[in-house]
């Protein structure tokens, strides 16, 4: 999809974690011209000149539209709902979500918008399995929870819709995605909720027994393969995992977390509602023979950025 007169695109969900860091990465990249930046809310976000701020849901027919005027791909980040969510109605936390993008991608089809990224997830979605191999896209899947349901129901509305009106889609089942954007957001992400708690010395609630593996991927890599993506000079279409293709138990991060802050981690474990696999790791060499693609950071240089910004930013306070 790369174009020499420069790249427009659209960020759903740009408030969000994914989302917010997204639109700050391609903030700085020449080569993409224009941002239209979909929030649910007004945000006191301090925001490029190239970046147009587009406030509202994306139920609203008026909202994608003007979203999606003149852009030439879709990166699609916004939903409601969690992993650790106990959803009391799944049907309506589905269907709102399908709602949204259903009318995106009517959008899209109306506006002649060619490409679309879709954020789905590849920590919740694959059926549990004893041999302990990393799971391929064409691994089963099971609809375990209510957040697992919206993924792969959305994977299939996204990738239906794209085969009948000749869009290109990527969808990219990402794995726990850690970095600096996560850090003081309560409701989702293990590594920043602990370390935001650690510096408060307060104790942190694990749903999970600590053998559980788990891949977790530096944010910094999910941009690095959305930009492989986006600059590919043919199309990427088709469900990709997206990880480091390592797996870490939750001991393990522990042990990680308490080595580089040089503090002991105060948790308590808790019996987790929501069913999850017992041992989670992506292959993701499709992408990389797609794109050439590659993770390039370690579990423990990720841990160490984040708590040296933690650090900084409370001596800035103190000062």
């Known amino acids: ?6 790249i427009k695109i659209a960020i759903t969900g740009a408030g969000g974690f994914l989302g917010s860091s997204t639109l700050d990465y391609f903030s700085l990249d020449p080569q993409v011209t224009e941002i239209r930046a979909q929030f649910s809310r007004p945000t006191s976000k301090e925001l490029s000149s190239k970046v147009v701020p587009i406030v509202g849901e994306l139920k609203n027919p008026l ?15 916004a939903n409601r709902g969690f992993p650790a969510d106990g959803e009391q109605n799944p049907p309506r936390l589905i269907g709102l979500n399908l709602i949204a993008t259903e009318q995106l991608l009517q959008s899209m089809k109306l506006n002649k918008v060619k490409n679309i990224i879709y954020s789905s997830t590849g920590g919740a979605i694959y059926q549990d399995s004893n041999r302990q191999q990393p799971y391929r896209e064409d691994s089963p899947t099971v609809l375990r929870t209510p957040y697992a349901a919206n993924k792969l129901i959305s994977e299939y509305v996204i990738q239906e819709f794209s085969r009948h009106f000749h869009i290109s889609s990527t969808i990219l089942r990402i794995s726990n995605p850690f970095g600096l954007g996560q850090l003081n957001r ?3 992400g293990l590594i920043g909720v602990m370390l935001g708690k650690m510096l408060k010395h307060e104790p942190i609630k ?3 027994s600590l053998d559980t593996v788990k891949d977790f991927i530096y944010i910094d890599d ?4 959305l930009d492989s993506i986006l600059k590919s000079k043919k199309p990427v279409s088709g469900v990709y995992n997206l990880g480091s293709g390592v797996g870490i138990s939750l001991m393990d991060v522990i042990r990680t977390v308490e080595t580089v802050t040089e503090r002991q981690v105060q948790f308590e474990l808790t019996p987790n509602p929501i069913p999850e696999n017992q041992w989670t790791v992506l292959d993701c060499s499709k992408l990389t023979h797609a794109t050439g693609w590659n993770c390039q950071h370690r579990f423990e240089d990720g841990i160490e950025e984040l708590w040296d910004h933690l650090v900084s930013e409370l001596e800035v306070k103190a000062a």
């Open 63 to 77: 909202i994608c539209e003007n979203l999606v005027q003149g852009v030439d791909c879709v990166l699609h980040f």
């Open 186 to 188: 309560e409701k989702q």
């Open 206 to 208: 694990i749903w999970s």
């Open 222 to 225: 999910v941009l690095s393969a």
């Open 1 to 6: 999809m790369k174009k020499s007169t420069g």
